[in-house]
């Protein structure tokens, strides 16, 4: 099979190669592909893709090409995972906000809504190409803000499927705290893209012992810490929300740290430069540690099983169980059908399907369907464009919801991505 990677010339790329060389029973590529229009920095990963390959004794084939359109040709899978504007429009990103007193962050808030109008456009363009070269290969995006991406992708047709590292970060972690294989561990995960909340963690499968109410009682503290809440919050919601649920549960103290530390930006920059220098010796031949550094753990274990559900034989097995983000389709009733949500799915070729969940508290319902009338906004904005559509997606945004601040925040952001929104 072929596989190809829009983005593919990112420092994180060699996290995703090396899941793909272990794991090449689950997925056997033939031919991986990675398309990047950052010439110096493809021929550098993709030098070190070989060798991790080698060394791993993958027979799969690695290419790398800036043409976008002969990178796709063929494919069975094509893997989205671009920052349009690079290091330094995050850095914008994290940074802008603040003067406002809100979070600056890269995918929630006022700064992943830049992020959207950023990207939409241009992986719409991309999802276009890959239909005219091959209209039954599947997209897998990884590009944030996934969810509101993966919504343009499925409103214009396409044959997508998005991805995010939260669910199987947890899965990991609380498969140790229990000490459990990461496989007995099912997740009762519901929300959004970033705005999740596990609601189970059970034993086996989905209608396996829920040992949520232990995990709590014997980890709470470590669960907290991860979190960076307080462990009386876990107590009290009797679940464990995702980290991003801080920047709502405790945005006023964030916004305080966040103005007086580094960016995440710049220490993400700052570290490529390291792990550039680190790829160009021809004597590495696998993913260094700094890498973990980096953020996305376990994304390519996540990948790996994702495509290879989507692109598996079809035979009389069931289906894959995996968190995505997909259509909503009544899974949540209180929520417009093609809403995009994250949640547990069965996966096989003709795509996921969600598993029924528990219905959700008011508590965390009413935030949900708040940020989806939020993302219709941005989408919109993201799609057409305009000055009013931006101001009314950030006045519809949870975090932001007065008509001064998102004035102020409409300002700023246009101010600092005209070169990137061929309207503004």
């Not at 830049?114 to 456009?121: D, F």
């Not at 006023?252 to 530390?261: F, S």
């Not at 939020?374 to 000055?387: C, F, I, P």
Request: glycine share 10%.
């Amino acid at each position: 099979m072929k596989l190809a990677v829009v983005g593919g010339g990112s420092t994180y790329t060699p996290e995703l190669i090396d899941g793909f060389a272990r794991l090449r029973d689950t997925l056997p590529v033939g031919e991986l592909v990675l398309i990047d229009p950052a010439t110096e920095r493809l021929e550098l990963i993709g030098a070190l893709a070989r060798r991790i390959f080698a060394r791993q004794g993958h027979p799969g084939r690695v290419t790398t090409t800036t043409d976008l359109g002969a990178g796709v040709e063929g494919a069975d899978a094509v893997l989205l995972q671009l920052r349009i504007g690079g290091q330094a429009a995050r850095l914008q990103d994290e940074t802008w906000p603040l003067e406002c007193g809100c979070v600056g962050q890269e995918t929630t808030g006022a700064g992943g809504l830049a992020k959207a109008l950023r990207t939409v456009p241009v992986v719409l363009d991309i999802a276009e190409q890959v239909r005219r070269a091959n209209p039954d290969a599947w997209i897998i995006d990884f590009t944030n803000p996934v969810g509101i991406v993966t919504r343009a992708l499925l409103q214009a047709g396409h044959k997508a499927v998005g991805l995010c590292n939260v669910a199987i970060g947890f899965q990991r972690k609380f498969a140790a705290l229990l000490d459990l294989a990461p496989a007995d561990i099912h997740l009762d995960h519901v929300g959004l893209n970033h705005l999740t909340w596990e609601l189970g963690v059970r034993k086996g499968g989905p209608d396996g012992e829920d040992l949520l109410p232990r995990l709590l009682a014997e980890h709470g503290e470590a669960v907290a810490a991860d979190l960076r809440l307080p462990r009386a919050v876990l107590d009290r919601l009797g679940v464990v929300p995702s980290y991003y649920l801080r920047y709502f549960y405790a945005h006023d103290a964030v916004v305080r740290e966040l103005g007086h530390k580094p960016s995440r930006a710049a220490e993400v920059a700052a570290m490529e430069q390291e792990l550039l220098a680190l790829y160009a010796d021809p004597a590495l031949d696998e993913k260094p540690q700094l890498l973990a550094k980096r953020g996305g753990a376990f994304y390519s274990e996540a990948a790996v099983d994702l495509a290879a559900a989507l692109l598996g034989d079809g035979g009389p097995g069931p289906a894959a169980l995996q968190v995505v983000n997909t259509r909503n389709d009544g899974t949540l009733p209180f929520l417009p059908d093609d809403a995009v949500i994250e949640v547990q799915a069965r996966v096989d070729r003709s795509g996921p399907v969600p598993l029924a969940v528990p219905r959700l508290d008011p508590l965390y319902d009413g935030l949900v369907a708040h940020v989806t009338a939020y993302e219709d906004l941005a989408l919109d904005a993201a799609v057409r464009g305009g000055r009013e559509r931006v101001f009314k997606a950030l006045l519809a945004h949870p975090l932001v919801g007065q008509f001064d601040l998102a004035e102020g925040l409409t300002d700023r952001l246009l101010a600092h991505n005209k070169e990137h929104l061929a309207w503004a």
